[in-house]
């Protein structure tokens, strides 16, 4: 590809509202530009990583038995109101009428229409089990689009879904995909783990996210130094915050004059109303590590309490339950708190802060136990505080470490949520009509080249891994009115296209630092110059990615580069 009319604008300064490098170098680097909030164009250097890094999840979603499919981005409302997702999903879920008014969604994610497709399509366990997947737009309306593509309102995900008639036989799906995972972001040359998850909105229950680590991660994992304990400790900071705050604190004190809030105040001023999320806090109760899960899709609607150890999940109904639960022997609900060591956030908690204070159930009564020092001997929260680093692993082996992940897949097992709401059936052996068994895997693309970036550059700019990068080498004639540069930069262009290179050819007439400067930030694998010593045959190879260089003789690039 001739650069002199190829589309990739380099900029030199960083643009004002990028915060992180990923965000920063595809805009400098001419990758991508905004269009809108949270919505982007791909340049044609952009557009080559896509296909690059879509060809790699082709490719292993093949492998593993996955069948191409390609599903509508708009999709009736009904079918949303069908599943039960119409509500829950909340503002993020993008809607629009046609012209006669029917209600319409922007797919933000693709259980209802292939639980609808498959349902129609497949009638008998002859055709099970099955994996439909499909790379595609996805639509969602984020709270705070930021850091570009990483979390924008418009991405392209692989989204895949499959089908079995036994548990065992999801279980092996599940299997399937996840390794794929494994394969696809270690062919992506991303340093990553995968972690025990939460299931959010979507449902289900067994679940591992895909997490690049970086520091600009909007996730923490706690993982063990020694095994392959790692679990997201999605910690809920605002909640922490408010519990930690100052007004919290003088709400405290104020416990016996109960106010009332309702939900909706609560959670506008929680910020967690229809923000889709999960918000959990891992900590050891007496050895046991226990997760606490407040649920917020739409409202602050449901908490949850499971030991991390036996994932048994227990919707907690009343102080004592929660007790139980957390093997402690008072009922301690609420946001309880001493210095800024607890933070629980269990059961009636939000209920409480409704009510106005840690303690009130119901309008004018209190829940036993929920003042720290007056309710409790402050030596019983010593053991309650949230997991920390060099905490025993919950497996026995090794220490608790911390780190900050990327989410950039997801993979879930969703058994029969969908298949049941959306009456997805089939007949087995004995003629019995059963409900499919499903599990769903999703791969953010756009956001995995983002962290493939944040993993990979220097000051000077991206450092392509070989197996995404748009083009294989930079051929750059560093002095385009030089006739032997010239001649031999045209002669080695063709050679290396003839020989199935892939070269972006720098023929511009710009000056040398230009070029260097802009090939440093575009950031191929392999760069090679020609200069002076053209007259000579001589050129000179660079390495992006360890700055090595060494001079070769055309004769022998081509077998030098490969
Ligand atoms: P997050 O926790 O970051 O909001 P999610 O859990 O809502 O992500 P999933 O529903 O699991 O996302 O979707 C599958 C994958 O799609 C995610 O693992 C992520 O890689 C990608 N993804 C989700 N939301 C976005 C977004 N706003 N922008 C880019 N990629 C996204
Ligand atoms: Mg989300
Ligand atoms: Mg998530
Ligand atoms: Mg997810």
Known sequence: ????????????????????????????????????????????????????????????????????????????????????????????????????????????????????????EVQTY????????????????????????????????????SFDTSQEGLDKSYQAMYQAYQNIFSRCQLDFRAVEADSGAIGGTDTHEFMVLSDIGEDTIAYSDQSGFAANVEI????????????????????????????????EFLQVKAESTIKSLLFIVNE?????????????????????????????????????VLNCETGFIGPVGVSDKVTIIADKAVEAIVNGICGANEKDKHFRNVNPGRDFEVSRFEDLRLIQEGDPS??????????????????????????????????????????????????GVTRT?????????????????????PFDLHLIAINVKDEDQKKLSEDLYETLVKERFEVLYDDRPERAGVKFKDSDLIGLPVRVAVGKKASEGIVEVKLRKTGEMLEVHVSELVEKLT
């Open 126 to 161: 002859k055709k099970l089990p099955i994996n439909l997947y499909q790379i595609q737009t996805k639509y969602r309306d984020e709270r705070r689009p930021r850091f570009g593509v990483l979390r924008s309102r418009e991405f392209i995900m692989k989204d895949a879904y």
């Open 288 to 324: 046991d590590p226990v997760l606490v899960l407040v649920r917020g899709d739409h409202e602050v609607n449901e908490i949850k309490v499971r030991n991390a150890f036996n994932k048994a999940t227990v919707e907690l109904a009343s102080p004592e339950e929660t007790a139980k």
């Open 1 to 120: 590809m001739r650069q002199r009319t190829y589309l990739t604008p380099t900029l030199r300064d960083i643009p004002a509202d990028a915060e992180i490098k990923s965000h920063q170098l595809m805009l400098r680097a001419g990758f991508i530009r905004q269009t809108a909030s949270g919505i982007y164009s791909y340049l044609p250097l952009g557009k080559k990583v896509l296909r690059k890094v879509e060809a790699i999840i082709r490719d292993e979603m093949d492998s593993a038995g996955g069948q191409e499919v390609f599903l509508p981005a708009i999709q009736p409302a009904e079918l949303w109101e069908e599943s039960g997702r119409l509500g829950d999903y909340g503002p993020e879920l993008m809607r629009l009428k046609d012209r006669h008014g029917r209600d319409f969604v922007l797919g933000a994610t693709h259980e209802e229409v292939i639980t609808t497709l498959v349902r129609d």
């Open 449 to 469: 080249i983002a962290a493939i970036i944040e993993q990979n550059h220097d000051e000077n700019g991206i450092v392509w891994p070989v197996s995404v990068a």
């Open 236 to 267: 809920a900071p605002v909640v922490c915050d408010y519990i930690k705050s100052d007004e919290a604190i003088k709400e405290r004190e104020l416990v016996d004059t109960p106010n009332t809030r309702t939900i909706a105040e609560l959670s």
């Open 394 to 443: 919950p497996d026995g082996q090794g220490t608790i470490k911390f780190a900050m992940g990327i989410e950039v897949g997801h993979v879930f097992k969703l058994g029969t949520k969908y298949s049941e709401a959306l009456g997805a059936k089939y007949l087995d052996e004995n003629g019995k009509s059963q409900t499919m068994i499903m599990g769903c895997y999703g791969i």
